[in-house]
């Protein structure tokens, strides 16, 4: 098992973000001409549908692509709860472990002031 290279880091932050627009540019192209070749694909496969049906089907199809979204996003919330959750707990844990070492040694130093009989 060979070693992961480290990925180099982008030259210039301004040269990245015109990397990352040209890429996002090439990949809504891409996702275009996709769609506008299924549509085309749609009409040639059945001569007899009618407009108003591939709408439909295209419609059907942009409702599940949300349906998918929102799914999603809401896995997404619950995930993020979940974190903050467990974030609090770690947070409420460190308190407990600072005050429980304080208590300690509140403890010690009055069992030191004590006069040893």
Do not use: G
Request: proline share 6%; glycine share 0%; charged share 45%.
């Amino acid at each position: 098992m060979s070693p992961k290279k480290p990925r180099a880091p982008p030259a210039e932050p301004f040269m990245h973000s015109i990397y990352c627009d040209r890429y996002r540019r090439k990949n809504r192209e891409e996702l275009n001409r996709k769609t506008r070749e299924r549509m085309a694909r749609l009409r040639a496969s059945d001569v007899s549908v009618s407009p108003e049906v591939l709408a439909r089907r295209l419609e059907a199809q942009r409702a599940a692509a949300k349906r998918y979204r929102e799914k999603n996003k809401r896995k997404l919330k619950l995930k993020a709860r979940e974190a903050r959750a467990a974030a609090a707990e770690a947070r409420r844990m460190e308190k407990e472990r600072v005050d429980r070492m304080a208590r300690r040694e509140e403890a010690w130093h009055r069992a030191a002031e004590l006069p040893s009989s």
